[in-house]
């Protein structure tokens, strides 16, 4: 029964939050003009040092959302500003080198090995000539531990499974050190222990190093055990917004979800538990 | 030294403990797997594989100078005036030269394109992108002769000659370049066509990518077929070297426009190598690792398209150089661009005046050659369905 337990639990109380490092302010967005607003009216600032879910039903906009804050996608209307600039003043490089995506395309069409991907998370750092110092491969190779990849560092990317791909991606966005780091669904595919190793090494970060992290999650229990802040969204706006115990109740997510579910407080941890 | 143990970890234990277990079956897959295993890239890597190949370039080079028909000696070779001299430096170098120049360029267009299709099948030929360059040219050919009577046409139909190409005073270098530029127009038109119809990032089959470049082919074969039935016989015969590439008898100023021309967009795109690294995984990945997607594939289509004009306008259409040379070199120099593709580029060299040594020789009781067009394909095309089958047999998997 080792394996489980629920990802890393979470130490209380947590340090204060730092400044603003990611702001959305009243970002809309659709995919075709006069079509639907998939993100309605969109406000929210995300600090360093903590780490904030994206949950909601399917089709809500959370990865949308994402994609917006990591520039992917221009908000129609709003704006989306990283460390007090709007997002549209960043050249792509600078915006490398300060916010990092683990996707959910995880197709890789050649043979890269797991640790030339995870290399390729320095790009952004590195000089002209495009060459990664010594520097850049420990870093990279004590990223690869953590993720429990150094066994599979010589191996192609494209012959590996899922869960193992995913690690491969989650390692090159943290090889790019960023102070933003954007996850979509990063457990999808991911076992139980390697799930608790993810939030080990994004709670790392978050408390030593005071990034930002904000992960889209499907799992709300997951979501309220890892995460301090948790952003509800449904068609596309904010529904609900705080941490995860004034977000996970049940009048609020059966409405949502539009299912009959059944959520509480664990006795033991007081954290908030969802049954669906 | 390792990382591992310097990092406090209060669930190390268990953990250690979890892996223990797990270690014998992962050692077994280690096993099967280490045939794959690789090095990543090092300067020292670099330096060696690209120099290797560039010693291939020159055996080869080598080769083409001295074999023939008529067998030279070396020490002719150097004495001008001789016959020998005039074989080597007037016939076979500039047939060399051209060789290089079309092979290399086809060989890092084919590179660029199977990254930025994300596609290990793409190439220019199979995608028709050679093809719209040779639609271009053939319409810019026509055209010139419609307008012959005009002052614009004056020049212009002194292309036409080009195409004939037989003597080496079939015109100046200003000739070469509207073909050039209408075949990279051609060339840019298709690979935009193509573009946009791989556009549903990812999720299109990348098979019907390839089927819609087959296409495209068969349907400027089909427009320069009727075309050709619009001229006289003499441009009709000059409109031939379109549908199959031939490096034979190209004056000096024609080629010294392509070698312009290829020269700068190579430099361009091993310039852009390692960006390709990072376009090869997806747009969202390309973009989250600091590259303009879009204008830097808006860069590279253009700066392709103008490389195949050019070679297409010289060569016409060699197929298959630029999907076999960077396969083959990916199996063994691994799918890193900023090594892959100045490879791709000496290797489709040396795989193009190789295959063009090879037509010159074969024939030789027989008194004829084929198009050097025509021995790409007979390579390529069985290695392209073997690696057909063996992509859909893996995604079935």
Known sequence: ?276 | MTPRHSQPNATRPADQDYRSKDVPKKDMQAGKRTSRERTRLTPRKWAFCLLALGVVVLAVASLALLLGVRPVRLGMVLTSGSLDHTIVAGVRLPRLVLGLLVGGALGGAGATLQAILRNPLADPFVLGVSGGAALGATLAILAATLLSTTALGQVLTGADTLAIGESAEAGGWYRAVPISLAAAVGALTTTMLMLWIARPAGRLDPHALLLAGVVFNAFAAAVILFLRTLVTPEQAHALLPWLVGTLAHKPWSHIAVGAVIVIAGIGFLVANASKLNFLSLGEESAASLGVDVDRTRLELVVVISLMIGATVSLAGLVGFVGLVVPHMLRLVLGPDHRLLLPASILGGAAFLACCDLAARLAFIPVGTEPPVGAVTALIGAPLFLVLLRRGSSRRAR
């Open chain 1, 1 to 276: 029964m080792r394996e489980g337990t629920e990802a890393a639990p979470v130490e209380k109380p947590r340090g204060a939050p730092g400044e603003t490092v990611l702001e959305l302010r009243e970002v809309c967005f659709r995919w075709t003009r006069g079509g639907d607003l998939v993100l309605d009216t969109v406000s929210a600032a995300i600090a360093g040092g903590e780490m904030v879910g994206i949950v909601g039903p399917n089709g809500a906009g959370k990865s949308t959302l994402l994609r917006v804050c990591a520039g992917l996608l221009t908000a129609d209307e709003g704006e989306c500003l990283v460390s007090g600039r709007s997002l549209a003043s960043w050249s792509r490089k600078e915006l490398a080198r300060k916010t990092a995506l683990v996707p959910q395309d995880l197709s890789v069409p050649f043979s890269f090995t797991v640790e030339e991907l995870a290399l390729m998370g320095r790009a952004p750092h590195l000089g002209r000539l495009g060459l990664e110092g010594a520097g850049d491969i420990a870093l990279v190779r004590e990223i690869l531990s953590e993720m429990d990849l150094e066994d599979l560092a010589t191996r192609p990317v494209d012959r590996l499974s899922g869960g193992e791909r995913q690690r491969a991606f989650i390692a090159r966005a943290l090889a790019q050190d960023p102070r933003i780091l954007l996850c979509d669904e990063p457990t999808a595919h991911l076992d139980l222990r390697h799930r608790r190793r993810l939030f080990e090494a994004l709670r790392k970060r978050v408390e030593e190093r005071g990034i930002a992290v904000l992960v889209v999650l499907h799992d709300l229990n997951l979501a309220a055990s890892t995460c301090d802040r948790l952003l509800l969204l449904n068609e596309g706006a904010i529904a609900a917004e705080g941490p995860p115990l004034s977000v996970l109740r049940p009048d609020v997510l059966e409405e949502v979800y539009q299912t009959p579910l059944v959520a509480g407080t664990e006795p033991e941890t007081g954290r908030p538990y969802v049954l669906g």
